[in-house]
């Protein structure tokens, strides 16, 4: 166990005591890092080291960083989580209801970016301020394919994992990263996207529990100008627009009903008939009921259609989504035998030997790995 010497440590101990409401005592930061009261006195004081547990106790007491306390300085690896609020009309406050079940997952995909960071490609991320901006960097049809899109032309990873309650985002070594929830929901996962992205371009800070509402209605109007440009929705006739109309708009514009309803009432703008006679008009239903607006595209590498696009688009969105930077890092540092599989084998929710990853060649290429796996070309 090492002992980790210095008055400076004392000092950021008694500054992390200070920040706490109400100020524990020293008697009790002692208990808890198991530590006598002349102990703990004496290491305040610079007379004796911290041990590294000591340390880590202290920290989670303190709620603050370990890295910190020894160094002086903020934890480069260090996530701080930005989450998609709910708002509660009754309570008119935004929250994150599954905050603590979303813990988890949040720590694995965390631990997944700090196992991969030696064979990560070594990044900062600028991403301009503004909706505009953003949107003149990806293709036309974005929507299509928003995640592809934002990791290639914008460098932030779209990680798409099972179990989630709700979207976060988080930076780390200077790497952004939005995790989204696979759901069936495509046209909220995009706005998600979009309002992560909004997080990340504007520099929010961490918000999850509870407070934010100012960022959240800030990242809202952002994914919307992203999603649904002022200058394109203006020049629609909305009054005049059959359902059929209205469901071709949403299904390229990849957003809701609710999204445009909530869209053209800010702008001052007519409804639809089709959305004020039956204002709780589902998406997925109306896109249904008009089928015959939705294009068939062509399925990749293949001269085939897709039969039912609908369905393509729901199979999509809850499929679970690894960027392969992030997994050829992995797999690199499993075939060097830095890492065991757990870390792989939880991320990609697959189960993975550690000699299923020895092929003939005893040197085999990063690529081949991923395609014996079958992990899919994200890039």
Not at 1 to 22: F, H, L
Not at 161 to 175: K, V
């Amino acid at each position: 166990m090492c002992a980790m010497s210095g008055g400076e440590i004392g000092v950021r101990v008694r500054e992390a005591m200070q920040r706490i409401t109400p100020v524990p005592t020293q008697v009790a930061v002692a208990e808890h890092a198991e530590m006598t009261a002349d102990a703990m006195s004496r290491a305040l004081r610079g007379e004796r080291g911290f041990s590294s547990i000591e340390l880590a106790r202290i920290a989670d007491f303190l709620r603050t960083d370990i890295h910190w306390l020894i160094t002086g300085e903020p934890d480069p690896l260090a996530a701080r989580f930005v989450a998609r609020h709910t708002y509660d009309h009754q309570s008119r406050e935004y929250d994150v209801a599954g905050r603590s079940g979303d813990a988890e997952i949040l720590g694995g995909v965390h631990l997944a970016y700090r196992q991969a960071q030696p064979w990560l490609d070594q990044r900062r991320v600028e991403l301009p301020n503004t909706p505009e901006a953003i949107r003149s960097l990806l293709d036309e049809g974005f929507v299509r394919a928003f995640a592809d899109w934002v990791e290639q032309c914008l460098g932030v990873d779209v990680v798409r994992i099972p179990g989630l309650s709700t979207d976060y985002s988080f930076i780390i070594n200077g790497r952004p990263v939005v995790l989204l929830a696979a759901q069936t929901y495509w046209f909220r996962s995009n706005f998600s996207l979009a309002h992560e992205l909004a997080h990340l371009a504007l520099g929010h800070p961490e918000c999850v529990e509870g407070a934010g509402g100012e960022h959240e209605r800030v990242a809202n109007a952002f994914a919307a100008q992203l999603l649904l440009p002022e200058s394109v929705v203006r020049r629609i006739p909305w009054a005049e627009q059959t359902e059929e109309e209205v469901a071709s708009f949403l299904w390229h514009a990849g957003v809701s009903t609710e999204s445009l309803k909530i869209r053209l009432s800010s702008l001052g703008l007519p409804m639809p008939g089709s959305l004020a006679d039956n204002p709780q008009s589902k998406t997925l239903s109306l896109l249904r009921r008009n089928q015959s607006a939705i294009p068939h595209e062509p399925l990749p590498n293949t001269s085939l259609v897709e039969f039912d696009p609908i369905s393509t688009r729901i199979q999509q969105a809850a499929e679970r989504r690894i960027p392969e930077a992030l997994a050829s890092a992995l797999v690199r540092g499993v075939t060097e035998g830095n890492l065991n599989t757990g870390t792989l084998s939880w991320l990609l929710g697959l189960p993975i030997e550690d000699d299923s990853l020895e092929g003939p060649d005893p040197e085999p290429s990063t690529d081949d790995l991923i395609e014996e796996l079958g992990i899919r070309a994200l890039s």
